[in-house]
């Protein structure tokens, strides 16, 4: 019976460790737009778009290093956008899917250099346009609050009403 009662408290703490990680890992670039515009649908966030030469584009690799791979960008993501990658590498194959979404998306948002990166809504419709800036991560973070303020971002109602139900009892919830 101790044995059994161990086992289950070390379940549940490897458990609770392993969701931890899981939260605090790396974020997610979704590869397929439709997927993305769905995620933002369903979630209540805007998309960030990044278009990229990712294998050669210098400014795209600064970009990744100064910004897209710290830990406060990705903290703010996780919780506000809904990522997606438009990328154009030279060196790496890429399915011919994404070759033509990409080359489409590319097109329809008139993108003429790299980086290029978008917040959208869940249609695609554009909120704001950037690039790299300086400054990294929080730079960068304050830089698309205050894209998203100036397109005048706000969740959907159904969002809204989504966070006050996941409200613990007695504690309003927050709409950005």
């Known amino acids: ?9 070390v379940g549940c703490l490897f458990s609770v460790g392993t969701r931890a990680a899981a939260a605090s890992g790396p974020v997610i670039w979704l590869d397929d737009f439709a997927k993305a515009q769905k995620q933002a649908q ?3 966030r805007p998309i960030l778009a ?5 294998d050669w ?15 406060l960008f990705q903290s703010y993501a996780r919780s506000n956008l809904v990522l997606f990658v438009a990328d ?3 060196g790496k194959r890429q ?8 080359e489409a998306l590319q097109q329809k948002y ?3 250099g790299f980086p290029t990166l978008f917040l959208l809504d869940a249609e695609g419709k554009v909120l704001a346009q950037t690039g790299y800036l300086p400054g990294g991560a929080a730079a960068y973070v304050t830089n698309l609050q ?3 303020r100036q397109a005048g971002w706000t969740p959907p109602v159904a969002t809204n009403a989504v966070k006050q139900a996941a409200a613990p009892a007695g504690v309003p919830a927050v709409a950005r």
Do not use: H, Y
């Not at 990744?64 to 830990?71: C, G, I, L, T």
């Not at 399915?95 to 990409?102: D, F, G, M, S, T």
């Open 42 to 44: 369903t979630s209540g």
């Open 57 to 71: 584009c210098g400014w795209c690799m600064k970009l990744d290093k100064e910004v897209f791979r710290e830990k």
């Open 146 to 148: 205050a894209l998203l």
């Open 95 to 102: 399915a011919p899917r994404l070759i033509k979404q990409n």
């Open 50 to 54: 990044d278009f990229t030469g990712s």
């Open 110 to 112: 008139q993108v003429q």
């Open 1 to 9: 019976m101790r044995n059994l009662l161990l086992m289950l408290v």
């Open 88 to 90: 154009f590498p030279r």
